[in-house]
């Protein structure tokens, strides 16, 4: 009887020091967030997409998305284990709402092989993807960077396990991407309950600062999401 009482009371000191352990951690404060966020440095930079297989040998997706007013822009690849290939489609959609509706204008499929984007139609990619490549090809991210970036505000929802950082940035590399001039608002944000069950997860967004409705994100998955996977 003392013995069970022993490993009762052991039991409950240690549920007790691991709950006290989890009210010390401080979720909602900027270096917590930008220890989570600083994974990026995985991705960012990265510029051979194979390469993400060694990142990600179970396979990835990436999801491009530019925005211009009821535009849409979307670039979705799938590495794929088993074949080792990186194919996916590139698509125009105009945006309706009241009801929301996507309708697409302009699709092609492209194909990643041998440091090239390889396209079904190379006068419709010519036309909607300007780009030609991702911004994580060119540009580097790290626990060092962000810290370094002016602040603009950060946010961690219980209720949902999600975190999200925002920073201006005048970064050359992200203005001669986007081919533009001046401050950008960049913002990463993830969910922790996702990167702990299912792996690696991060959005990565670049909004014009005098115009925040405007501008790109970029996601990469550790695995093929059905919400992103150009099977679907």
Not at 186 to 192: A, Q, R, V, W
Not at 213 to 222: C, L
Request: proline share 2%; hydrophobic share 35%.
């Amino acid at each position: 009887m003392k013995k069970r009482m022993f490993l009762i009371m052991v039991l409950l000191g240690g549920l007790i020091m691991m709950s006290l352990a989890g009210c010390g951690e401080n979720k909602n404060s900027r270096e917590w967030i930008e220890n989570k966020v600083s994974e990026v440095s995985r991705v960012y930079p990265t510029e051979n997409l194979f390469d993400l297989f060694k990142q990600f040998p179970k396979g990835f997706n990436i999801t491009q998305t530019f925005y211009k007013d009821s535009l849409r822009t979307v670039v979705s690849l799938d590495g794929d284990e088993e074949s080792q290939t990186i194919k996916g489609k590139i698509e125009t959609m105009q945006i309706s709402t009241d009801p929301y509706k996507e309708e697409v204008k302009e699709h092609v499929d492209v194909e990643y092989k041998d440091g090239e984007f390889i396209f079904s139609s190379n006068e419709v990619a010519e036309k909607i993807w300007d780009y030609k490549g991702f911004l994580f090809q060119k540009l580097s991210l790290n626990r060092d960077v962000l810290s370094q970036m002016k602040l603009e505000k950060f946010q961690y929802y219980s209720n949902r396990n999600v975190f999200e950082i925002y920073y201006f940035s005048d970064d050359s590399t992200i203005n001669n991407f986007l081919n533009s001039k001046g401050e950008h608002i960049l913002s990463i944000s993830g969910s922790e309950s996702y990167n702990n069950t299912k792996g690696y997860r991060l959005n990565v967004n670049i909004a014009f600062k005098d115009n925040p409705n405007d501008g790109m994100s970029e996601i990469v998955s550790s695995w093929i999401d059905d919400r992103n996977s150009v099977s679907n």
